[in-house]
């Protein structure tokens, strides 16, 4: 009349913060959690290239092994993709801020620009380039996740510097 009811082990969740250029590239990290008996446990988890936020894998077999003989829970890793090296991250574009003088931007000027992937590109900042231009350098972002070779944009926003100038350079540019 009364069925029992079979209790399984349970799932443990945990989340892990990895970097921007963590989630650029395949990588591994391993992490260490703890079960509800208190034991420590170290798993290693793959991290596939673009991986977003919040963006959660399962590891079956790994969890809760609390009651005996019956298949261990899972575990559950939820990543938490955080800014890092000067880049923002929104969906598979990157954004960073870049600073020229203000001569620069009147004439026109290429920077030099280092890359998640540590390579430095050159990106050219058109002669007239106003005060907070977005500047869009085409697949130099985030891998799309679960694609071959397809990337997102890199944004760069042009600060430009005004000099503080002395009364003697302030006259000399008025004469001119």
């Known amino acids: 009349m009364f069925r029992s009811v079979k209790r399984g082990n ?3 969740n945990v989340r892990m913060a990895i970097s921007i250029k963590e989630a650029m590239i395949n990588s591994e990290k391993t992490i260490n959690y703890r079960l509800p008996s208190g034991r420590e446990e170290f798993a290693t988890v793959k991290i596939p290239a673009g991986v977003q936020h919040g963006v959660t894998f399962k ?40 600073t020229v003088d203000c001569f620069q931007a009147v004439r026109g000027h290429k920077i030099q620009l280092k890359t998640l992937e540590d390579s430095v590109i050159s990106v050219n900042v058109p002669a007239g380039t106003q005060p907070n231009t977005l500047l869009m350098v085409k697949g130099r972002g985030m891998p799309v996740h679960r694609t071959l070779n397809i990337k997102g944009n890199l944004y760069v926003k042009i600060h430009v510097l005004i000099p503080q ?11 001119l």
């Open 10 to 12: 349970r799932s443990i």
């Open 165 to 175: 100038l002395s009364a003697s350079d302030l006259k000399k540019i008025k004469d």
């Open 59 to 98: 590891y079956a077999g790994m969890g809760d092994d609390s009651i005996k003989n019956v298949p261990r829970g899972d575990l559950m890793v939820q990543m938490s993709v955080l800014d890092s090296d000067g880049y923002t991250r929104k969906g598979n574009d990157l954004y960073t801020d870049k």
